[in-house]
């Protein structure tokens, strides 16, 4: 006879396979499946998604990540901006021509994905 954690194993290993492979019918079947292996009602698990949201980004990763999206952006042209990040607070220094300029960098920094916050020193340039 199977022990009971066994079978709960088992049982969560198939669900998560089936969700992962998309399928509606496999789906639903997982859930049930779930709910049965932990003791849970079914409804818990209608329309579960598994997300990785809250993944820790590295620093540096970050900081790829925002050089990235400023040096892609025709406006920006971030190349020219230093970005230093210290625990996913981004700071930007240098010079751009107008404030809106600055305010869009800012905004694009703030989109990155694990960036907490946006300490903006960037600089208008005098021409």
Not at 37 to 52: E, I, K, L, T
Not at 77 to 91: F, S
Not at 96 to 119: F, H, P
């Amino acid at each position: 006879m199977k022990s009971k954690r066994t079978t709960g194993n088992f049982a969560t290993a198939l669900a998560v396979g089936a969700v992962l492979s998309g399928s509606a019918t496999a789906q639903a079947a997982s859930y049930a499946t779930l709910a049965d292996a932990h003791s849970r009602p079914a409804a818990a698990y209608r329309g579960a998604r598994f997300s990785f949201a809250d993944k820790h980004l590295s620093d540096d990763s970050i900081h790829d990540l925002v050089k990235r999206k400023l040096a892609n952006d025709p406006d920006v042209k971030g190349g020219a901006l230093e970005i230093e990040v210290k625990d996913a607070v981004v700071t930007l220094r240098g010079k751009v021509e107008t404030d809106k300029l600055k305010q869009k960098a800012e905004r694009l920094a703030k989109k990155v994905s694990g960036v907490k916050k946006v300490v903006n020193e960037i600089q208008l340039s005098t021409k």
